[in-house]
């Protein structure tokens, strides 16, 4: 038989209780903190869960079945006192008759019965002490439900007008949020849509940032237009030549505008001929060097 688990329950039997006690702490201290990190978070939880018009609906459903508690206790007082009401009334038919039945015998002669009929009627009037004692507590109990019925229906109508205008404040205050985080896009909403909207406008800059940059390259040859459409660096630099001159014939056709020059001047001048004192005469003769 092994001897490691007997030894191990004896080392732990022989340990002293402070020391367990000391190993302890640190998980009772761990558990504690997870138990307040819980609530915590189920605080939290319930706090964004919780709509304050739906609190206030609820506890006004509680008022009203508390206010038909007390109505209810009001009928079944009232309720009661009336069957006493009744009680007390058959009693006391029932003690007019026995006072009648005992005088009739007392008139006849029969003494014993007139007796027996008074003793009757003296238990019955007991009877009836006994009810309106508890006839007067009932109709007492009776009005103090009564006005606290009415107390309690005052304050459930104070704390309806109450909780419809918080209700009312409450669903403007929230209305003016949404719109004020609408308008200032911090809302869940907006904000996506703004993220949207900074993607494309991103998107847009770095496409417009590509095309520049071929085009450029293009232009400097660095890249070939497979398309056979884009001109070589000879024809560019022709074309900015010819442009050049083109600027200049605009440029000495508006000055001769300016000038008042003749409209054959100005044709001249878009024909690109030049004017007679640049011209050289054609036959004038040349003189060699000997």
């Known amino acids: 038989m092994d001897a490691g688990p007997v030894l191990w329950v004896l080392s732990q039997k022989c340990e002293p209780e402070s020391v367990r006690r000391g190993r302890a702490k640190p998980m009772s201290g761990v558990m504690k903190r997870m138990g307040m990190i819980f609530r915590a978070k189920a605080n939290k939880a319930l706090d964004r869960a919780e709509d304050p018009r739906e609190t206030l609906d609820y506890s006004y459903q509680k008022q009203l079945e508390l206010l038909q508690k007390v109505r209810r206790g009001v009928a079944d007082v009232a309720t009661s006192r ?3 009401e009744l009680q007390l009334n058959q009693l006391q038919s029932q003690s007019s008759k026995l006072e009648d039945q005992g005088r009739k015998a007392l008139a006849l002669g029969r003494e014993d019965l007139a007796r027996e009929a008074l ?3 003296a238990a019955l009037q007991q009877q009836v002490t006994d009810l309106e004692t508890q006839h007067a507590t009932l109709q007492g109990e009776e009005e103090k439900l009564t006005l606290a019925a009415q107390r309690l229906q ?3 109508d104070a704390f309806r007008t109450k909780k419809e ?3 009312a404040t409450y669903t403007a205050a929230q209305a003016q949020t949404r719109i004020g985080e609408a308008f200032s896009g911090i809302s869940e909403e907006m904000g996506d849509v703004g993220l949207a909207i900074q993607r494309a406008e991103d998107k847009t800059a770095q496409l417009q940032a590509r095309a520049g940059a071929i085009d ?3 232009a400097s040859g660095a890249l070939d237009d497979q398309s056979g459409m884009h001109k070589d660096d000879i024809q560019a630099e022709l074309d900015r030549l010819s442009g050049g001159t083109d600027v200049e014939l605009e ?3 508006m000055k001769a505008e300016l000038a008042g020059g003749t409209s054959d ?3 001249a001048i878009e024909g690109g001929e030049q004017s007679p004192a640049q011209q050289q005469p054609q036959d004038a003769p040349r003189f060699d060097k000997q």
């Open 82 to 84: 009336k069957r006493l």
């Open 154 to 156: 005052a304050k459930v």
């Open 216 to 218: 450029e390259l293009l």
């Open 119 to 121: 003793s009757r009627r």
């Open 251 to 253: 440029l000495q056709r």
């Open 165 to 167: 205008t918080i209700k």
């Open 265 to 267: 001047q100005k044709q």
